[in-house]
């Protein structure tokens, strides 16, 4: 078992609502990074959190934001909802910036867009 | 820019027989590969990785090969057993970013008993 859990399990909004994804790391773990995978392709990189400050983004906008707490435990928000959205979000924490193989996925999150 | 690639979008293999994935990249940069494998309902786990200084990396039933100058590695699973049906996902990091990764589409293997 990961110890890296996500909530909700899933969810359904509609275009231009506000959501909220939480992850909550393994113990120690000081690295979050989140990411987006749309159906039938992998997952995408949108950025990386590193004792709570952005260390990272990929080619998403800023509508994208997130925040890690002291407790490991971080948040995926997005604004101004789009039908494109709609994908499965994994959020993976590791215990440093640079362990190449202790990177542990949750399960994620499904999140669909009407 | 889609810079790792998966062309099999699924794999069928008896038991006991060797299962072939392959992963081919165009971004030369690329320092670090990693093969993960998705179950259903669940977030991918770490399978095997190779440096770019390799062009071999074995653990147990699992070798990943790299030929750089061709851009290509492939997963060999030898024997393949039935649990080891699952999607397998390729990655690719860059140098000093290992967390921002770049997956491949995943390919399904299915292992028939």
């Known amino acids: 078992e990961t110890g890296v859990t996500q909530s909700p399990t899933h969810l359904i909004k509609t275009r231009g609502q506000q959501v909220t994804l939480r992850c909550s790391s393994q113990?120690?773990?000081?690295?979050v990074s989140w990411y987006q995978q749309a159906l039938g392709q992998g997952p995408q990189f949108i950025f990386q959190?590193?004792?709570?400050?952005?260390?990272g983004r990929g080619n998403f906008p800023p509508r994208f934001s997130g925040l890690q707490f002291p407790n490991y435990s971080s948040e995926l928000n997005v604004n101004a909802l789009e039908l494109d959205d709609s994908a499965l979000y994994l959020c993976?924490?590791?215990?440093?910036?640079?362990?190449?193989?202790?990177?542990?996925f949750g399960p994620g999150t499904r999140l669909t867009v009407l | 820019d889609q810079q790792v690639k998966q062309n099999s979008p699924s794999l069928s293999v008896q038991e006991g027989r060797i299962s072939i994935l392959n992963c081919d990249y165009t971004?030369?940069?690329?320092?670090?590969f990693l093969w993960y494998k998705k179950y259903p309902a669940e977030g991918p786990t770490f399978l095997i990785s190779?440096?770019?200084?390799?062009d071999k990396n074995e653990d147990g039933r699992f070798t990943v090969f790299l030929n750089k100058s061709a851009k290509h590695l492939s997963l060999h699973i030898v024997p393949s057993q039935p649990g080891d049906s699952a999607v397998y996902f390729c990655?690719?990091?860059?140098?000093?970013?290992?967390?921002?990764?770049?997956f491949g589409a995943g390919t399904r293997l299915t292992v028939k008993p």
């Open positions: 993976a924490s590791s215990p440093s910036l640079f362990s190449y193989n202790e990177q542990f």
């Open positions: 113990s120690g773990h000081n690295t």
């Open positions: 959190y590193y004792r709570e400050e952005e260390n």
């Open positions: 971004n030369s940069m690329f320092d670090y």
């Open positions: 190779i440096s770019s200084i390799k």
């Open positions: 990655a690719a990091s860059l140098p000093y970013n290992n967390n921002d990764m770049r």
